[in-house]
């Protein structure tokens, strides 16, 4: 004798009633967003460039492997995965929020100058972070004295330099946890002893980032490796 299966009743009464309220709560977000989103277009235009990137939508694209990469800092730690596919053979897509995004994607590095006999280099220019970080014997990052948090710490860890900043490290917790563990990002917890801070990190700090940076690299062509099954096949 068979029995016949089990239908779960319909949703109840109360759970119809959250998922309204919930989809009337992302809707007065969304246009919250786009209301900000507009606003900022209006002190800059181009931040309105490629509405559809934001949502999700657009034309249809061929494309092995699709990155968004928000914006520069984004680009910047994809971009050697994203030279490795395309050595690779694979068709790459990339999206971006930001005019910063796409600039950084349309842009190469510039070198400018030589840096021989210089004491102070002020930069204001767009995807020559690495430029600017490469003769340097440690690197103070901006952020971390206020509560909005440190900024990207990757890209001088992955040159191999010592990184100062200050206590507020929540927005960078990966890999701050790791590289303070290892002895490369000191945390200041007052602004007064950074000088300190900073002699010590350009005395003392060199072997142990350069260290940190060669047993933490090669992580491009792991993703790569791991995501390479999930891909067309290349034609």
């Not at 930001?98 to 600039?103: D, I, L, M, V």
Request: contains cysteine; glycine residues 8%; aromatic residues 8%.
């Amino acid at each position: 004798m068979r029995c016949a299966p089990t239908l779960k009743p319909p949703p109840g009464l109360r759970y119809r009633a959250f998922l309204a309220a919930y989809a009337g709560v992302i809707t007065l977000a969304e246009l919250l967003v786009w209301q900000y989103f507009r606003k900022r277009a209006k002190a800059d235009p181009a931040y309105m460039d490629h509405p559809e990137e934001r949502r999700g939508e657009g034309a249809v694209f061929d494309a092995d492997l699709w990155v968004h990469a928000v914006s520069i800092g984004e680009f910047t730690s994809a971009a050697p995965l994203i030279r490795l596919a395309l050595d690779a053979g694979y068709r790459v897509r990339t999206t971006h929020a930001t005019p910063a995004g796409r600039g950084a994607f349309a842009s190469d590095l510039n070198p400018i100058a030589d840096l021989a006999d210089t004491q102070i280099l002020l930069g204001n220019s767009m995807r020559e972070m690495f430029f600017y970080l490469s003769p340097a014997n440690a690197v103070v990052v901006g952020g971390g004295f206020t509560e909005k948090g440190a900024h990207n710490v990757i890209e001088p860890l992955s040159l191999g330099k010592p990184v100062i900043t200050g206590p507020y490290t929540w927005t960078i917790e990966f890999p701050a946890v790791e590289a303070e563990a290892a002895g490369v990002l000191t945390v200041v917890p007052n602004p007064r002893d950074l000088s300190v801070a900073v002699h010590t990190a350009m005395t003392s700090g060199g072997p142990a980032a350069v260290a940190f940076h060669a047993a933490n690299q090669g992580a491009s062509a792991r993703i790569l490796e791991a995501i390479a099954p999930l891909l067309e096949p290349m034609v």
